[in-house]
C-alpha cells in the first residue's frame, strides 16, 4: 500500500513536469506589457535555474521596468538545478533545496558589454539572489504565501494537478495572474464559475494553438502519435491554454458571425434535455438567432463579454428542468458544450 502511494505520488509528479518554450512565453507576455511596469512579479513554481518564465523576465526587466521579480522552487522538482551549470553536477533528489530567487535590478553583470542570458546566469550565480527557502517551496505553503502578498502579478505555469487548489489561492489573494492550464479545467466546478462571472479568461493563446513544453528525459509511449519529439526532448499540446484575468486585445474583438439560422434551421439541432441549439463549431455561431446556444469549449478563445452572455455549462445550469452531465442529441450524449446567448 505506502509503495503504491509513493508509486502514485511519482506518477502524480511526473505528470506536472512540463517546462514552458520561451517562444511561447514570450508571445503571450508581449500583450500584458503595459501592465508591468513598477510591479513585482512573482513565478511561483519555478526554478529559477531552470524556469524560462524567471529567465523572460529577467532579461525584460528594465524594458517592462519591473520593480521585482521573485521565483521560488518547489522540492519535488525533478530537474532543479539540472538545467544551467550553476553546479557542477546534478545533486541527487534527497539533496535538493527549495529557493527563492530575488531581483531588484537587472543590469551587465559580468562585464561583457551586453545584457544577456549570461548575465541571468552570473546573478543566479553570484549576485547574492538565491535564498534557501525554510519549508518545501509548495506555493501553498507560509513563506511561499508572503512573496504571494508581496507580488503585483503572478505568471507562471503551475502544476496541472493541483490546477484547482493554485487558482482558488490566486482568487483568495486577490491577484492578477497569467497562467498556464489545460482548457478542460473549464469544466471543474471550481473553474467554470470564475469564467462565468468574468473573473478570469483565456489569454490571446498559443500560437496556431500549439504549446510546446520541454519534458525530462520521457518514455514516448505516454502520449499519443505525434505528441512527443524526442530529437527536441518536448511534447506538442493542443488542449492548453492561458488563463487570466488581465485585459487583452482580442478580448474586446467581436467575433463575425456570417451563418443564419433561419436559412437552414437543421444544421442546428434541439437538444432533448435542454431547450437550446447545438452549434458544433464556434465559427458556425448564427448571426439571426437570439437564443440560448450550446458551442464547444474552444468557444472561449473567441469570446467577448459585449457579444455573448455565458448562461452556464452543460453539467451546471441551475435551472435546468432535466439536469445531466452532458446534453443529448436523439440520446446521443454531446462533448461538453457552454451555454451561451448573444448580447442584442
Ligand atoms: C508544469 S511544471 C512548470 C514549470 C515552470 N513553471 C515552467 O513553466 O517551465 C509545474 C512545476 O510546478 C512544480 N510544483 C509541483 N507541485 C508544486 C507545489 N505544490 N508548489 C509549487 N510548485 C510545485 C513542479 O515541480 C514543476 O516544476
Redesign the pocket.
Known amino acids: 500500500m505506502a509503495k503504491n502511494t509513493a508509486l502514485h505520488k511519482a506518477m502524480k509528479?511526473k505528470q506536472?513536469?512540463?517546462?514552458?518554450d520561451l517562444n511561447d512565453?514570450s508571445n503571450e507576455l508581449f500583450h500584458y506589457r503595459d501592465y508591468f511596469r513598477g510591479k513585482t512579479i512573482l513565478?511561483?513554481?519555478?526554478?529559477p535555474f531552470?524556469?524560462?518564465?524567471f529567465q523572460y523576465f529577467a532579461l525584460w526587466f528594465n524594458v517592462y521596468g519591473l520593480k521585482k521579480l521573485i521565483a521560488?522552487?518547489?522540492v519535488?522538482?525533478?530537474?532543479?538545478q539540472l538545467e544551467l551549470p550553476l553546479f557542477e553536477e546534478a545533486k541527487p533528489e534527497k539533496e535538493r533545496t527549495p529557493y527563492c530567487a530575488i531581483m531588484t535590478e537587472f543590469k551587465d553583470f559580468n562585464g561583457d558589454g551586453a545584457e544577456d542570458l549570461a548575465d541571468v546566469e552570473w546573478a543566479l550565480k553570484n549576485n547574492g539572489i538565491v535564498h534557501k527557502l525554510k519549508g518545501?517551496?509548495?506555493?501553498?505553503?507560509p513563506e511561499?504565501i508572503e512573496f504571494l502578498k508581496e507580488a503585483d502579478i503572478v505568471v507562471?505555469?503551475?502544476?496541472?494537478?493541483?490546477f484547482r487548489e493554485y487558482v482558488a489561492q490566486l482568487i483568495e489573494y486577490d491577484k492578477k495572474f497569467i497562467i498556464?492550464g489545460n482548457k478542460n479545467a473549464v469544466t471543474y466546478k471550481e473553474i467554470f464559475p470564475l469564467i462565468m462571472q468574468n473573473k478570469m479568461w483565456f489569454g490571446v493563446g498559443f500560437n496556431g494553438g500549439n504549446a510546446y513544453?520541454?519534458v525530462p528525459t520521457d518514455d514516448p509511449s505516454r502520449y499519443a502519435n505525434g505528441v512527443y519529439n524526442p530529437e527536441e526532448e518536448r511534447v506538442k499540446f493542443r488542449n492548453v491554454t492561458w488563463y487570466t484575468n488581465l485585459q487583452h486585445h482580442r478580448r474586446n474583438e467581436k467575433m463575425t458571425l456570417w451563418r443564419r439560422y433561419y436559412d437552414d434551421p437543421s444544421m442546428y439541432p434541439k437538444y432533448d434535455n435542454y431547450d437550446a441549439i447545438e452549434v458544433s463549431k464556434t465559427s458556425d455561431i448564427p448571426c439571426d438567432y437570439y437564443e440560448a446556444m450550446g458551442v464547444p469549449i474552444t468557444f472561449l478563445d473567441k469570446y467577448n463579454p459585449e457579444q455573448f452572455h455565458i448562461l452556464g455549462l452543460d453539467r451546471y445550469i441551475p435551472d435546468n428542468p432535466k439536469p445531466g452531465r452532458r446534453f443529448t442529441i436523439n440520446g446521443k450524449e454531446i462533448y461538453a458544450r457552454i451555454l451561451i446567448r448573444r448580447k442584442k
Do not use: H, M, W
Request: proline share 7%.
Open positions: 509528479a506536472d513536469e512540463f517546462y514552458t512565453i513565478c511561483n513554481c519555478d526554478d531552470e524556469s524560462n518564465f521560488t522552487s518547489y519535488q522538482s525533478p530537474v532543479a518545501d517551496g509548495d506555493f501553498r505553503s511561499c507562471t505555469n503551475p502544476p496541472f494537478s493541483l498556464i513544453f520541454k
